[in-house]
Nanobody, 124 residues
Framework: QMQLVESGGGTVLAGDALRLACTGS????????IAWFRQAPGKEREFVAY????????IYHKSVEGRFTVSRDNYKNTAWLAMTDLEPADTAVYYC?????????????????WGRGTQVTVSA
């Protein structure tokens, strides 16, 4: 089965930028929708962003819209989450998820494949 691996996390200052990557283990990646979720300390895991399997549609949570951009290159079996103007509230473990249906884009249960997460820490 396909594996997803996140990378690019780290510790930055408020106002800085990071780009996370999600890489699939095989070309199945090009047939699935990709979503990003995050979980901050003491909070429930929440939806961040979604991109259609073809890249033709994108959906963002209101809290990150205008600051974060999701993209993908299926030739490279990779999706990215480019984050700018980072805030301390963005501190969380960020997860990449993939699924064939994703009819409810913000529901964890819609996704079949999950990465182990990458930590993003934003200092004030």
């Amino acid at each position: 089965q396909m594996q997803l691996v996140e990378s690019g996390g780290g510790t930055v200052l408020a106002g800085d930028a990071l780009r996370l990557a999600c890489t699939g283990s095989d070309q199945t990646f090009g047939n699935i929708a990709i979503a990003w979720f995050r979980q901050a300390p003491g909070k429930e895991r929440e939806f961040v962003a979604y991109i259609h399997w073809s890249g033709s549609g994108k959906i963002y949570h209101k809290s990150v819209e205008g600051r974060f951009t999701v993209s993908r290159d299926n030739y490279k079996n990779t999706a990215w989450l480019a984050m700018t103007d980072l805030e301390p509230a963005d501190t969380a473990v960020y997860y990449c998820a993939g699924g064939y249906y994703s009819g409810n884009h913000d529901q964890e249960g819609e996704y079949d494949f999950w990465g182990r997460g990458t930590q993003v820490t934003v200092s004030a």
